[in-house]
Every structure is written in C-alpha cells, then in structure tokens.
C-alpha cells in the first residue's frame, strides 16, 4: 500500500467515524440506507481466535481499556508504522499502560495462521495480540466498527489489502471511547492512551 493511499484510508477511516456520529448514508447490498449512530454504536461484542491460542472473549474484557487496529502481515507500510507507533506510545505511557492491550484483528485470514501472526507481533510491544477471524466473522466484527477492508489483485498474481489506518479504543465499559489515526503525531496519542486508562 502506497503513503497516498494510506492517507486516503487514513482520512476515511476518520471519515467513517465523523459521519457515524451526525449520521450516515452506507451502501447495503444494492440497497442505501440513512442510519443514525453514535459512537456508542461503534464497536461491538466479539469471541475470536487468538495467535496465542484459546480465544479472546470481549466480555471479558470488561472493565479494562484496550484498542482494536485491523491489518494483516503482508501490509507494507500502514500495519508495521502503526503496531510501531503504538509500542512508542506505550513506552511512553509507563507504567499505568501495563494492563493496557491493543488487539490486531486480521483482514487477511487467508494468508495470516496463528503462527505467522505471532511471530510478527514479536517485533512489537508484548501487550499486542492479533485475532483471527473467519471471513463471516471479519465481516460482522468489520461492520460493527464500520471498518474498511478491501482484497486488491497484484500484478504478480498475488494480492494486497486495503483496510481502514485506525486504531479504535474501547473503554471500560466496551464502548469506543476515542480513535487514534494513522501518522497521527506521538504526543496525542499518549494523551488518548492517558485518558482512556484514566477514564475520561
């Protein structure tokens, strides 16, 4: 994925979160439809696969912030930045982070087992987990963050995947509390990360 067109998801992915707000015409099918959401609409309850093995249950998170970022391995650019930005952020934060959990949900389930994936979250900070859904369960779990996703054919015969650049924080109560955005500048996501944990 090239920096322009992480920008232009990027700016969508901020796009879909703005719109949901005030309200929002989507594409359903051949279908459009004006729905009226909040950003307590946005997100939603979820049991997937771990790439530590078991499951990770949103009901049980409850109680505990934490962020949920969708991306795949193969992501060139948008995936790598961010879970990388993200471990800064962390470090920066300290020690009242230390029960804080961000959450890579996969959009590439066809390519990205348990193993590949744990493999490269081990290049980033330990308090990372990628899930993995089935492809019915991406598209639920995507649809409730009103993520974007999207398979693009290669030359090469191989493929890509365009995805929404945002990492969404859901707070104590699995409500979306804020979202961070890709290149969005280190001292504000420190200041998002403070005050998810913190409550605010």
Same mark, same amino acid.
Request: aromatic share 8%; with cysteine; glycine share 8%.
């Given at each position: ?14 796009? %879909?979160?703005?719109? %949901? ?18 950003? %307590? ?25 934490y962020g949920v970022f969708f991306g795949f391995?193969?992501?060139?650019e948008v995936c790598p930045t961010t879970l ?63 993520a974007i996703y999207e398979k693009v054919p ?10 929404? %650049? ?35």
């Open positions: 994925m090239s920096f322009i067109q992480a920008l232009r998801l990027g700016i969508l992915g901020m796009a %879909a979160i703005t719109a %949901a707000v005030f309200g929002v015409l989507y594409f359903q099918g051949n279908e459009v439809r004006n729905t009226l959401v909040s950003m %307590a609409d946005i997100g939603g309850p979820f049991r997937l696969a771990s790439s530590s093995g078991g499951f990770v249950d949103s009901r049980d998170l409850l109680g505990k912030p391995t193969h992501c060139p990388y930005e993200m471990t800064r952020t962390l470090e920066a934060v300290g020690d009242e982070a230390r029960e804080f959990r961000l959450f890579l949900i996969t959009v590439d389930p066809e390519r990205d087992t348990a193993p590949m994936l744990k493999d490269y979250l081990s290049n980033f900070d330990p308090r990372m987990e990628a899930l993995i859904p089935t492809p019915e369960e991406l598209a639920r779990i995507a649809r409730d963050f009103r290669a030359s090469d015969g191989e493929y890509t995947m365009n995805h929404t %650049a945002t990492v969404f924080l859901i707070d104590g109560k699995g409500k979306l509390a804020n979202t961070i955005f890709y290149i969005e500048p280190p001292e504000s996501r420190i200041a998002k990360i403070k005050k998810l944990i913190a409550g605010g």
